[in-house]
């Protein structure tokens, strides 16, 4: 039976200490004495070690990710005959670790800024396996990219390509750039995570891409190497995919020439687990859905099949990552509906929207567990808030735990590895927490966390009174 203040997906537990499959990192478990273990490491020995908050990759899982993506495209691609291309959307979450272990899985790396473009390259990404994009790129950080010689730039507008073009031509090379193409696709996805709609600031129209290509073709430093679209992120319905697929179609065909070869990437996007109610597709079938659908249309067209890219960074970051918080306060707060009282267990932890910005930003919704004990306790209806001066800071909107839920426990938030540090704030003057990779039984520091001495060392007032 659920609780009356229970969204409907939501289904009281049998047993509020069990960790449902998808939405924990693949090596997360609870052993014996009821205490968390990922990579081989319980949760207790992390704590002492790092504290709270703390966010924590399953390196493992993480590798397994981006190679099994990496696998279903080659598989999907080879069966045409085309090249497929992986880059790992460094947004969702970069650092030197994750560098090396998308390079090593064999991944580019799809960067958004000169800051992403900087980590990627200092953590020894191959220039040429970056292909840098965004909506606004300084003339700095375009310059940046061709003097480091990026694969690829993915044009936004017209200007930039005029931008592009002077920095080419004062490097005197030739660099690759693809278009942006608003395929105006709208997928079945929050609002702000859609980034395909007519109203909105990515990409051009199918018909002022192809005015750009022609005068790209005439550029004497720039080499037009394909289109590019991305329709929106979480997404769990393959439709969107496959129209935005049929429309980049469209515009590959009034593009191409005869005998030439161009290369569409399609962006990302794939849909995870946050909760046992989500149900994402297998990345492997959606990925040779999209690819089989790409080739059907080309054949039925009698034009060659183009090659293809995508850029997923959730499905490969997200699932890995879980992050750790103190409950400091529990407050069973009374909520009146007519007659009815129901009652709703606040459970108050020592991060929140500064750590996790999505459920403030996007009503995002995720799941939670005790992870340093096991309880027989009767499973209790609880949303985990932070400790920010927002009453929108939640970290978990509704889930069920131990009804003995209390200060000093710790918990695990789950699916927390992609844009969760990366759209981390100082809100509060709270510090960034610290990132920690585990595997094989050992942990790693992957980013310090930033202290509050931190934060005060780039105030001048401050630094200037006490100099
Ligand atoms: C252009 C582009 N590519 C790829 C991605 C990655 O999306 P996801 O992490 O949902 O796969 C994003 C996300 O915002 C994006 O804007």
Known sequence: M????????????????????????????????????????????????????????????????????????????????????????????????????????????????????????????????????????????????????VGCIVIDAPIEAERIQECARTHDVRQKVMVRVNTGVH?????????????????LSPDEAINLVASLREASHLDFVGLHSHIGSQIFRTEGFLEAATRMVDAYQRVLLEGESLTLNL???????????????????????????????????GIPMPDLAFEPGRIISGPAGVTLYSVGVTKPVEVHNGDDVATRLYVSV???????????????????????????AAPALVRVVGKHCESGDIVVNADYLPGDVHPGDVLAVAATG????????????????????????????????????????????????QG
Not at 361 to 375: D, F, I, M, P, Q
Not at 439 to 462: F, I, K, P, Y
Request: glycine share 12%.
């Open 267 to 301: 962006g990302g996007g794939f849909g995870i687990a946050y909760t046992e109610a989500d149900q994402p597709m297998d990345v492997g079938d959606l990925l040779s859905a999209i690819v089989d659908h790409v080739a059907d249309l080309t054949s039925a067209r």
């Open 2 to 149: 659920s609780h009356s203040l229970a969204p409907a997906w939501l289904v009281s537990p049998a047993d509020p200490n069990a960790l449902h499959s998808g939405i924990w990192p693949a090596s997360m478990h609870r052993a014996d004495d009821g205490i968390l273990e990922v990579g081989g490491v319980p949760v207790t020995d992390l704590v002492e070690e790092y504290g709270t908050p703390l966010y924590v990759f399953d390196q493992d899982d993480l590798v397994a990710r981006a190679r099994s993506v990496q696998r279903a495209v080659t598989d999907a691609c080879d069966a045409h005959g085309i090249t497929g291309s992986v880059y790992y959307a460094s947004k969702s979450f970069i650092s030197g670790h994750v560098v090396s272990w998308i390079n090593s899985a064999g991944l580019g790396f799809d960067v958004a800024s000169g800051g992403e473009m900087a980590i990627a390259l200092a953590g020894g990404a191959e220039p040429g396996h970056l292909e840098f994009q965004g909506n606004n790129k300084s003339v700095a950080e375009l310059e940046q990219a061709i003097a480091a010689g």
């Open 418 to 465: 992609a844009y969760c540090y990366s759209l981390a704030s100082n809100y509060n003057v709270v510090g960034r927490p610290p990132v920690v990779a585990v595997s094989g039984g050992t942990s790693t520091l992957m980013v310090a966390g930033e202290t509050v001495s931190d934060v005060l060392s780039r105030d001048q007032g401050l630094s200037r009174g």
């Open 350 to 376: 020592d991060g929140g929207m500064s750590d996790n910005a999505r459920p403030a930003l996007y009503g995002a919704h995720y799941s939670t567990r005790l992870a340093t004990r096991a309880s027989n």
């Open 187 to 203: 997928a079945d996805t929050h609002d702000y995570l859609a980034t395909a709609r007519e109203d909105q600031k990515f990409g």
